[in-house]
């Protein structure tokens, strides 16, 4: 599954300005997720941005005084082309109605140009521009939680859909039991969620499951850990391993889990995908187990653990064995 964040999308758009034309004046938003895309175009080329509804309707957002420019001063009338953005294209459909919508601007259509940051296909007869090719299943940061693979996934809670509890709250008592009551909300999904799959202990099922009802937070199974304290939970280092086995044995395609270091683990043990929202970053198997690989090689313990394993890979049992009985042999 392919994973592209803000940071992604403002590399992007940085690696591809020089393909668009130099005589822009204005880039217009598709909403809602286009906007984003044309404000980071318009920060980055320094040039005037709206959206699509204020384009048709004559209107063009003020900007910074900071930002601004001869260019910046051009009426509609005055612009020599204009940029109409999309955060992403697959079948065409929203692009073909921006197409519509910009018509009706009264704009001539030589003077506006159709781009999309990310694609399914390199090129859309809906568009002149198609940034980068990301072809599906894929996700964005800023419409994960609006996407029917939440239906499909197992979903972390503490610092997912809410803001993880400080030391203070997290005092397996009276303080934890306010923060299970007045959590902060982070990601409010507007999609069924497949499973939730948290740490927090069986013993706070009620609370929870008050906290995601008043949310309106709906989902098919919560899976909480089933351990008598905070303290016990701790002792046995049991959240990764706890993640990664239900998702292991679930039919998820996908695990949202907050912390880095436990998604690393939840992808090397359950041989699945996780979405790291600390990092914003997707963690494969393959690059879970190379990042394990690294944090062993920092230690000395690590180091010659690793190249054992290097020296047996080589030599073979046999020849391995005769290296070290060759090592220990007096002089």
Sequence with gaps: MQYRSVTDMNATIARNLHRLPGDIDLVVGVPRSGILAANLVSLTANIQMTDLDSFVAGKVFSSGITKRSAALGRSMSEMRRILVIDDSINGGSAMREARVKAAASGIDRERLIFAAVYGSYERYEETDFVFEVVPQPRLFQWNLIHHKFLEQSCVDIDGVLCFDPSDDENDDGAAYLRFLADARPLHVPTRRIGALVTSR????????????????????????????SKEERQRLAAHGRFKAEVYRRSDAILFIESEHHQAVNIARLSGKPVLCIETQEMITPASALVRERLRQVKSAEGRHALLKSAARAMLGDRGYQSLKNLVKRPA
């Excluded at 929870?208 to 008598?228: C, H, N, Q, S």
């Design 201 to 228: 202990l069986e013993k706070y099922r009620p609370q929870t499951e008050a906290w995601l009802a008043a949310r309106g937070i709906e989902y098919d199974e919560l899976v909480m850990l089933d351990l008598p």
